[in-house]
Structure formats: structure tokens, C-alpha cells
């Protein structure tokens, strides 16, 4: 995963900052795990997802490779064994154990992938203070990549609990959905005009946020709040998904070869969440939907998706500490919109589809090495999302920040904020 580290974060590399977040991201991944049993941990329950023993194991590979391995002379690795089994799809580090068999590997452990860890850490702990700012650097990249997989553990392992028919949650403790004051939806006007976005090089960021390009933006007005449960419940009630001219040809032909009825997780007004089967909360965020679901709901609001440039010229002077985000271990699942003033959740609760494919921005290069192979490669027939969710680590989210998922993929927490032009 390709970054860009610029001179003025420079200071914050090189003093204790970064090891204290290093300690702390690598802890986080630890708590995550420590409600499940080997067996959890070890299962598989679809190709998209992986065991969280491997997300443990495959962020470990990362540092061992990227950072031990390649910049502190005299490093062996742990096990020879392990590159081929925890390298995910990086070509120039070579072949290595199919995606969708990650669930066949009942060996190593899970207390053998926290005894690689230990030993990793003690490792890192030992070089940092003698590494080059280019070590550094990926040192950085590496605690970035591994929040997005504690997102991807919690999201995997909550797809896995819910193919279970006994329900079972990863943490008992009920989520908090009770909420003072509904937020209504309003229409907030969008900047318009020709507008520079893109990372501009002050601090982190991955490659594919940049470089920093002029667009145009036409009058528009976004949603102030995302899209809620209770409103997705009007567009299933309307027979939002038997009408075949609200969607896409390709959503259309998803809804049918797969009998999609509601967004995932739903059952009965219930939905499944990390702490097992709760009722609905109808003011909360729609989640758990696909770009084609998005779309054809827009569709039947009389509205649209936002572009990806729209959303982000929105958010660029907002706080992306604030909303529902991971800051321990514990049950997340996205929280009502409060107060009545303003965009609200754009950072956080649920990653909001634009209607922007996910393609390089003009003058974009990939990093060179295997660290240049994330992003690049996956720019084709993938959709933006912005924003961040409940299940995204405080601290990682920036208004510059693209995820991208096919169209009809809905396991992360999904969901979508209206636009429309003026």
C-alpha cells in the first residue's frame, strides 16, 4: 500500500510519536481478538472476507517485510514459512496461499500468530530509534495499513457470526441506539466553481488521494445527514427493490440472481450487529448496502449520489476526529444523527457511496516497489466511498480519503448521503 510522507511530518516520525501510536495500533489488533476462541478466529465465511487470525498474521507480514527484513542488517525471519502464507497480493513478493483458502489454514494458531507478533514488535521496538526516515516512512504506512484491517476484522468476523444460526456476538454489551433529538434531513449547498482537491502534501496520506487537481464543481446541494433505517424501510414498503426501472441493468440483474430484499443483516425488524440480533433502529444510518442499492435508492428520492469531489469539498474543513469511530475494543454499529444544523456524519458511522469510479487522479504514479502495488492496480471497476465508519479507527479518516469497493459489495458499513443540483 503506497503512501505520501512529506518533509513536515518529518518531526513526527523521528520522535517518540510514532512509537507510541505504533504500540498502541498493534495493541488495539490484540483486544480485537481477545473475545474469540481459535476456531472464530480461524473461519472464513465468504472469498471477500478473511479469518481474523490471518489479519493479525498479515499485518505482522507486513512489518517483518517491509520494515525488519528489508532495513535493519542482520534481521531473520521468524518462520520462512510464513511469507507464503500471510503475503495477500503483492506480485513482487511472490506466489503465496489462494484468498479465498485463507479459512484452510487451521495452522499456525492464534497463539502462535501472537507469539510472531511479540517477537516482531520486540524487533521494531529495538531498530526504530536506529531507522532511516525512508524506514520510517513505511513504518508510518504500516500502522495506516494496519488500522484498515482492524476495520476488515471487525466487518469479517461479524459476516462470519452472522451465518450462524445461534446469532452469537462477538461482545454481549448492548449497543447504545437511543438517541435525545432526530436529526431531519436537510439540504446544505455545495461549493461550486473550479475547486483544487486531492491531497496536497501536508502530512499522511496514500498515493491514490493525489496529486492535488483543479475541478469543476457544478451547483449542487448535499444531504445533511446520511440516509436512515427508517427511510430505507419507506423504500422497501414503495417496492423500492420490484421496481426495475429505479436501478442500474447490472443492480437490477444483482437483485434478482441474488433475491436481495433489504440490506444485509436484516431479518424481521431486527439486524444483526457484533453484540448478535437488535431491533432496528429506524434513526439510525442505512447500512450494509451495495452501490447499487445506493443508486437505485437516489433514484427513488428524486435525488442522485454525490460525486466524490463534492463530498470532499464539503468535509475539507470539518473534523474528521468526530462521529462514531473505533477507539477500543468494543460493539460498533452506527449511531442517529443529532442536532439540526450543518453536514453531520461525515466522518465516521457509515462509508457513504459517491458516484465516482475509482480511477487515478492526473498525475498520478504509483509508488515504486511491492509497496506501489495497492492502489494502482484495483483503479478499475470500483466505486468511491467517503467519510469513514463506526468500525474505522479514530485518527485515520481525512477528507482526502477514498475507499473503493465493487458495486456489489455491502459486508463494510455502507451507506449513502443524497445530493442533488440546483
Known amino acids: 500500500m503506497a503512501s505520501k510522507t512529506d518533509a513536515k511530518s518529518r518531526t513526527a516520525l523521528e520522535d517518540g510519536a510514532l512509537a507510541r501510536r505504533l504500540a498502541t495500533t498493534r495493541r488495539l489488533s490484540l483486544d480485537l481478538v481477545a473475545p474469540l476462541s481459535d476456531a472464530d478466529a480461524s473461519a472464513q465465511s465468504m472469498d471477500d472476507a478473511s479469518p481474523a487470525k490471518w489479519h493479525l498474521a498479515h499485518t505482522t507480514w507486513f512489518f517483518e517485510t517491509f520494515v525488519l527484513r528489508d532495513h535493519v542488517a542482520g534481521y531473520r525471519l521468524f518462520d520462512d514459512r510464513f511469507p507464503y502464507l500471510f503475503n495477500s497480493y503483492y506480485e513482487a513478493e511472490g506466489p503465496r496461499h489462494a484468498r479465498p483458502h485463507r479459512g484452510l489454514l487451521t495452522r499456525p494458531s492464534l497463539d502462535a500468530a501472537r507469539e510472531w507478533r ?144 433489504a440490506p444485509a443483516y436484516w431479518r424481521d425488524g431486527q439486524y444483526f450487529t457484533l453484540s448478535g440480533w437488535r431491533d432496528i433502529d429506524p434513526a439510525a444510518p442505512a447500512t450494509h448496502i451495495s452501490f447499487f442499492e445506493a443508486d437505485a435508492f437516489a433514484s427513488w428520492a428524486g435525488a442522485r449520489l454525490p460525486t466524490e469531489f463534492e463530498w470532499e469539498a464539503a468535509a475539507a474543513a470539518l473534523d474528521p476526529l468526530g462521529g462514531d469511530q473505533l477507539d477500543d475494543a468494543a460493539p460498533v454499529q452506527p449511531a442517529a444523527a443529532v442536532g439540526d444544523t450543518g453536514l453531520q456524519q461525515m466522518f465516521g458511522s457509515v462509508w457513504e457511496w459517491t458516484g465516482s469510479a475509482y480511477r487515478p487522479f492526473p498525475g498520478f504514479r504509483a509508488a515504486p516497489g511491492a509497496v506501489g502495488e495497492y492502489n494502482g492496480k484495483f483503479m478499475s471497476g470500483q466505486f468511491v466511498l467517503r467519510g469513514g465508519s463506526c468500525a474505522t479507527p479514530r485518527g485515520h479518516m481525512r477528507a482526502t480519503y477514498r475507499n473503493f469497493f465493487y458495486p456489489h459489495q455491502r459486508w463494510q458499513f455502507t451507506g449513502l448521503r443524497l445530493a442533488k443540483d440546483l
Open 118 to 261: 511479540a517477537h516482531v514488535d520486540a524487533a521494531l521496538g529495538r531498530a526504530l530509534p536506529g531507522l532511516s526516515p525512508a524506514a520510517l516512512a513505511l513504518v508510518e504506512l504500516g500502522i495506516h495499513h494496519e488500522q484498515q484491517h482492524q476495520e476488515l476484522l471487525l466487518t469479517d468476523i461479524k459476516h462470519l457470526f452472522a451465518q450462524n444460526p445461534l446469532g452469537p456476538a462477538m461482545w454481549e454489551t448492548p449497543i447504545a441506539c437511543e438517541v435525545a433529538q432526530f436529526s431531519a434531513m436537510k439540504w446544505i449547498e455545495g461549493a461550486a466553481g473550479v475547486i483544487s482537491l486531492g491531497h496536497g502534501g501536508d502530512g499522511f496520506a496514500f498515493d491514490c488521494e493525489g496529486p492535488r487537481h483543479e475541478v469543476l464543481l457544478t451547483p449542487h446541494a448535499l444531504a445533511s445527514r446520511p440516509v436512515t433505517n427508517g427511510e430505507w424501510q419507506q423504500f422497501i414498503d414503495d417496492g423500492g427493490y420490484e421496481t426495475p426501472s429505479l436501478w442500474l441493468s447490472d443492480g437490477w440483474a444483482w437483485v434478482q440472481s441474488e433475491a436481495v430484499d
